[in-house]
């Protein structure tokens, strides 16, 4: 921090030093916002309990739902019904490109269509509860993360006084400097 390093220039810049005093240490804080978000802004998975286990869940979803939509790429009975062999979101939902003249081989809610017209984006029936699974996963992901961001911004804000006071105490050794 800037009080410790100021500490160790007592002798060289007393006066630097004392105007550090002030400065309030924050370590709760920045390590609670620490175990929350990674250095590149994101909610780290183990924020909460409750998010380790929504993650967890989703990626288990979204691997089951690939397995499956690849069994309908890889059967041989079902090759003339797929256009190509690719497994692409529409909707946000897993879905695989069927031909639109064969789009009744593989029974499935349609998302989407190709500007050709030559391709449906098909949900299988199989997978359509797992992809409702995991949209509700995902809901509940984004409410636990707004959770988090909440708590956090309270924490932040019960120590507005004591940030407002570094920021200003920070501001005057950036201009010195």
């Known amino acids: 921090t800037m009080h410790a390093f100021f500490t160790g220039l007592q002798a060289k810049a007393p006066a630097l030093f004392q105007h550090t005093e002030p400065l309030i240490p ?7 916002i620490r175990t929350c978000i990674s250095v590149r802004g994101d909610i780290l998975d183990n924020a909460s ?6 993650r967890r869940q989703m990626r288990s979803l979204r691997e089951n739902i690939i397995r499956s939509l690849e069994k309908y790429l890889n059967d041989v ?11 692409t979101l529409r909707n946000n939902r897993f879905v695989i490109p069927v031909r639109s ?10 998302h989407d269509q190709s500007q050709s017209k ?3 984006f098909v949900e299988p029936l ?6 409702n699974s995991l949209q509700l996963s995902q809901r509940e992901a984004a409410h636990e ?29 950036d201009a010195i400097h």
Do not use: M, W
Request: one cysteine or more; charged letters at 25%; aromatic letters at 6%.
């Open 118 to 120: 030559a391709t449906f």
């Open 145 to 173: 993360e707004i959770r988090i961001l909440t708590e956090l911004s309270s924490c932040v804000q019960q120590h507005e006084s004591a940030i407002l006071t570094n920021l200003t105490i920070l501001e005057e050794l």
């Open 77 to 87: 009975d079902l090759s003339f019904a797929v256009q190509d062999d690719f497994i």
């Open 49 to 54: 309990e409750h998010l380790t286990d929504l």
């Open 26 to 32: 924050l370590y709760d804080l920045i390590n609670r």
């Open 126 to 131: 199989a997978i359509l509860e797992l992809n």
């Open 101 to 110: 003249d064969r789009k009744a081989a593989i029974p499935g809610v349609v």
